[in-house]
Every structure is written in structure tokens, then in C-alpha cells.
């Protein structure tokens, strides 16, 4: 899957806090990333500089969107840089929030 691929499948998900389509989303996109878990539930993904030592940037986001409801969403590309709805969605949102920055 090409990365504006992953970004378009990762934005089909309607994310309501503590929902559903939340949970699959975080099994989906990052526990495949094997991240640690604090005492709060916040996961946390350690990434490495291309010399190999730890990265001292820190990229904060959350996984839930402002959707008022949990399922799936259409999505529609019209340009090289333009990511909407589809003209027949049902969402009010595109729910792009942090979905760029867990991407």
C-alpha cells in the first residue's frame, strides 16, 4: 500500500471516543507498531534517528475523531493533495484531526 494509501484507508474510520471503530482502528494502524502502554492507557511508540540513537521529537495525537457516530466513511480524492467525503457520505466530517499525524 503506497502512503497516501494508508493515509485514505486510515481516514475511512469514523472514530467516537471509546467506540468501536476506534478499538479496530488502534488494532489495525498501531499495535502492529508493538508500542509500550502507560498506567493511563496512552500508547507510546518509540522512533529511532536514521543514525539509530532515539529520537528526542515528540509527535503527540490522538486517535479518536469528532464524529458523533462509529462505523465507516466514503471518501473521495480529487487532486494529487485533495481528500474529501464522498458526494453520498453520511459523515459530517472528514475526521482528519490527528489521522495525518498518526500517519
Known amino acids: 500500500m503506497t502512503n497516501i494509501g494508508l493515509l485514505l484507508d486510515m481516514l475511512t474510520y469514523?472514530?467516537?471516543?471509546?467506540s468501536?471503530?476506534?478499538?479496530a482502528f488502534i488494532r489495525r494502524f498501531i499495535l502492529p507498531l508493538a508500542p509500550t502502554r502507560d498506567?493511563?492507557?496512552?500508547?507510546?511508540?518509540?522512533?529511532a534517528n536514521p543514525?539509530?540513537?532515539p529520537s528526542?521529537?515528540?509527535w503527540s495525537c490522538h486517535t479518536d475523531?469528532?464524529?458523533?457516530n462509529e462505523g465507516?466513511?466514503?471518501l473521495k480524492r480529487t487532486g494529487q493533495f485533495t481528500i474529501g467525503l464522498a458526494d453520498k457520505s453520511k459523515s459530517s466530517c472528514l475526521g482528519a484531526d490527528d489521522t495525518a499525524g498518526i500517519w
Do not use: C, F, K
Request: glycine share 6%; hydrophobic share 30%.
Open 20 to 23: 468501536a471503530s476506534e478499538a
Open 56 to 58: 528526542r521529537m515528540l
Open 72 to 74: 465507516m466513511q466514503e
Open 39 to 47: 498506567e493511563h492507557g496512552n500508547y507510546h511508540v518509540w522512533i
Open 14 to 18: 469514523r472514530r467516537p471516543r471509546n
Open 51 to 53: 543514525d539509530g540513537t
Open 65 to 68: 475523531t469528532v464524529h458523533h
